[in-house]
Nanobody, 111 residues
Framework: QVQLVESGGGLVQPGGSLRLSCAAS?????MGWYRQAPGNQREFVAG???????NYADSVKGRFTISRDNAKNTVYLQMNSLKPEDTAVYYC????????WGQGIQVTVSS
């Protein structure tokens, strides 16, 4: 069982920035983030594999940057130019045959 601990969420004004972190108890080749807004399905945000290759949802390309520290089993999501529609609960995941999820962390973009 992989344990994931997320941090870094909160309230930010439109145009602002936040950095999410997710520390995993074990190493995983694939790590990333999904999000879920009220009334919506959970959607993919960004993913990264161990060699550093990344993938992003179209809605966040150019604004969000995913990175990882393999020595710390940690994945980060730098979110810039935040918009109200980025408001959601953000979930970290790792893929080890099955997906493991973090508990979720709230990001609210509002003036």
């Amino acid at each position: 069982q992989v344990q994931l601990v997320e941090s870094g969420g909160g309230l930010v004004q439109p145009g602002g920035s936040l950095r999410l972190s997710c520390a995993a108890s074990e190493s995983s080749a694939t790590m990333g983030w999904y999000r879920q807004a009220p009334g919506n399905q959970r959607e993919f945000v960004a993913g990264i594999i161990s060699n550093g290759r990344t993938n992003y949802a179209d809605s966040v390309k150019g604004r969000f940057t995913i990175s990882r520290d393999n020595a710390k089993n940690t994945v980060y999501l730098q979110m810039n130019s935040l918009k109200p529609e980025d408001t959601a609960v953000y979930y970290c995941y790792v893929s080890r045959v099955i997906l493991y999820w973090g508990q979720g962390i709230q990001v609210t973009v509002s003036s």
